[in-house]
Nanobody
Framework: HVQLVESGGGPVEAGGSLRLSCTASGLSFSSNCLGWFRQGPGKRREGVGLIYTHIGSTDIADSVKGRLTISQDYAKNTIYLQMDNLKPEDTAMYYC??????????????????????WGQGTQVTVS
């Protein structure tokens, strides 16, 4: 039973920072691709960033590059989304997801998560 649990969201002022966490269970954390996605009010879901856990490489969306980074902690089966210099347009529900095909597949973040099978319940980020 795959479970992804996000935490760390909340209200923040523009220019501030937040760090979101996603703890995974029931899957092979060390050989997977985990991603962060978001959906703002009235917007389509978009990919924020991916991390290939077996090599630690990341792919960050151009729209947030330079402000958002992804990291991982093997010992805790957890990935993180560090968000700096937050803007009101970053307001969204943020979701963590696990790829459908394991860590050796090439995932396209522009697809918005259509190739990700397992999803967390989300954590709300509100920037004002």
């Amino acid at each position: 039973h795959v479970q992804l649990v996000e935490s760390g969201g909340g209200p923040v002022e523009a220019g501030g920072s937040l760090r979101l966490s996603c703890t995974a269970s029931g899957l092979s954390f060390s050989s997977n691709c985990l991603g962060w996605f978001r959906q703002g009010p009235g917007k389509r879901r978009e990919g924020v960033g991916l991390i290939y856990t077996h090599i630690g490489s990341t792919d960050i969306a151009d729209s947030v590059k330079g402000r958002l980074t992804i990291s991982q902690d093997y010992a805790k089966n957890t990935i993180y989304l560090q968000m700096d210099n937050l803007k009101p347009e970053d307001t969204a529900m943020y979701y963590c997801a696990a790829g459908s095909y394991g860590g050796s597949w090439h995932y396209d973040i522009k697809k918005g998560g259509t190739d990700f099978s397992y999803w967390g319940q989300g954590t709300q980020v509100t920037v004002s």
